[in-house]
């Protein structure tokens, strides 16, 4: 698991990104994920990972927002593509992997999942882990200046 990206895995996201993501070179996330916003701050869904240990989760769910980064913000793709873009080898025991990573993630309500036939398609929601639809920095003005670029 504490396993460097490989050539392969490096080249699988990029392909990913360059086929779904766009141009971009970043990913926008909201400052919700890191930190919680209130007077005095708290611990915000960053930490969840943290504790949890679960840095491929956060992986996988970074790959999502960088994929999924046009309305209606879903994602579907084989769950040996999630695994090998994580650097993880094609098996039996990596889809597993992939499959409970999106089941903590949407039971953490940071993104919500429906069977596409043999696919899983992921929608993104808000970052804050409130469950609610996700939206766009450039969508939504009010919360425009609450975002960071994540490259």
């Known amino acids: 698991m504490g396993a460097e990206p490989t050539a392969d895995s490096i080249s699988v996201a990029q392909m990913l990104l360059a086929t779904r993501g766009g141009r ?3 990913v ?3 400052r919700a994920f890191l930190q919680t916003r209130r007077r005095g701050g708290g611990p915000a869904p960053l930490s969840w990972f943290v ?3 679960r840095r491929r989760a956060l992986e996988l ?5 960088a994929l999924a980064s046009s309305e209606p913000y879903d994602v579907a793709l084989p769950a ?12 039996p025991s990596s889809r597993v992997f992939v499959s409970g990573s999106w089941t903590w993630l949407e ?3 940071l993104l919500r999942t429906q069977r596409d ?4 398609r992921v929608w993104l929601l808000e970052e804050s882990g409130s469950g609610e639809p996700y ?10 200046l609450d975002y960071f670029k994540l490259p």
């Open 28 to 30: 926008p996330l909201s």
């Open 135 to 144: 939206a766009h920095a450039s969508e939504d003005k009010s919360r425009k």
């Open 80 to 91: 040996r593509v999630w695994a090998l873009a994580l650097g993880l080898h094609d098996t």
């Open 24 to 26: 971009r070179d970043f």
């Open 117 to 120: 036939g043999r696919l899983r």
């Open 61 to 65: 769910y970074l790959l999502a927002h």
């Open 51 to 53: 504790k949890s240990r």
């Open 107 to 109: 039971q953490h309500r």
